[in-house]
Nanobody, 115 residues
Framework: QVQLAESGGGLVQAGGSLRLSCAAS????????MGWYRQAPGKARELVAT???????NYADSVKGRFTISRDNAKNTVSLQMNSLKPEDTAVYYC?????????WGQGTQVTASS
């Protein structure tokens, strides 16, 4: 019902910046929450940031002050601006959407911050 396609991952030196984008397609219902999760090798998937359709945001403590989430409701997109990247931010980043029907996930994009 909903497809999510991420873009913007890559390799950057520690202290650098990257911007992730995600476009949703399919049957998009209003009132959804979109966001980003990440999974590092050998670790569980964890929340990075979410944003509601009304613009309320939630961030993991580890990224507060460095990452900024935003969305465009008209285009059904969500973005994550990542600044001051650290090696511990290295992970596969997954786009996420939740509505009253289900949770939806993108296929993931690799982000690597080298020391």
């Amino acid at each position: 019902q909903v497809q999510l396609a991420e873009s913007g991952g890559g390799l950057v030196q520690a202290g650098g910046s990257l911007r992730l984008s995600c476009a949703a397609s399919g049957i998009i219902l209003s009132g959804n929450t979109m966001g980003w999760y990440r999974q590092a090798p050998g670790k569980a998937r964890e929340l990075v940031a979410t944003i509601t359709s009304g613009g309320s945001t939630n961030y993991a403590d580890s990224v507060k002050g460095r990452f900024t989430i935003s969305r465009d409701n008209a285009k059904n997109t969500v973005s994550l601006q990542m600044n001051s990247l650290k090696p511990e931010d290295t992970a596969v980043y997954y786009c996420y959407m939740r509505d009253f029907r289900a949770d939806y996930w993108g296929q993931g994009t690799q982000v690597t911050a080298s020391s």
